[in-house]
Each structure stands twice: as C-alpha cells, then as structure tokens.
C-alpha cells in the first residue's frame, strides 16, 4: 500500500534553511504527481510545490525563487529545499501524491499523504 513519510521540519530563524524530505518506502511513485503542501491554523491546505510524470515543476507565487523542489525516482523520495525562509512560511507541509501525469494545485486532487512535519520560522 502507498505511503508517504515526511522528515526535516524544525525551527529556524528568519532567512533561515530547511531541506524536507518525503519517502515511500518500498513503493515507487514513478508516473505519479506530487507534491508538498502546507497549512496554517485556521486556512486551507495550499500547494507550496508539485511535480509532474515528466518532471514539469510548478511553485507557489509566494514561494518562487526561494524553494528547490527534486525528486529521486531511485530512491522514492521527493526533497524540497526551503531557503530564506520568512515568518509567514510557518506551517504544517505536508507530502501528497496523485495518481496520473497531471498535477493540481487543489489538494482534493491527492489520494496519498504524510503525517506531516513542522515548519516554524521566527522572526
């Protein structure tokens, strides 16, 4: 059965770096959408990152120019590398995948997901 685990969450100051990891142990996600997504209290799960079946990355406007998203077929995992990181990147970021080559930004869209890692930036 497919599943997602998340790792490399924690607390950094502003302008700070993060590197989340996602891996699916023993199941290859190869031909699938994934992506990360984060929520805050109180607001939607929104798409920080997603990558297609031929590897068509798209970032959210608010993150663009400040996060590197790569996957590693071989190894089944899906890293993204946080960078200048602000206050408001605070949040749960959560790994999800879909089935298909095409990726949505809409998390209804993912049938898999992670438990989730803590990212915390203070100011």
């Known amino acids: 059965q497919a599943q997602l685990v998340e790792s490399g969450g924690g607390s950094v100051q502003s302008g700070g770096s993060l590197r989340l990891s996602c891996a699916g142990p023993g199941y290859s996600y190869r031909g699938y959408c994934m992506g990360w997504f984060r929520q805050t209290p109180g607001n939607e799960r929104e798409a920080v990152a997603t990558i297609d079946s031929i590897d068509n990355i798209n970032y959210a406007d608010s993150v663009k120019g400040r996060v590197a998203l790569s996957r590693d077929n071989d190894k089944y995992t899906l890293n993204l590398r946080l960078s200048s990181l602000r206050p408001e990147d605070t949040g749960m970021y959560y790994c999800?995948?879909?089935?298909?080559?095409?990726?949505?930004?809409?998390?209804?869209?993912?049938?898999?997901w992670g438990q989730g890692t803590q990212v915390t930036v203070s100011s």
């Open positions: 999800a995948a879909a089935r298909g080559g095409y990726c949505s930004g809409s998390p209804d869209d993912y049938t898999y």
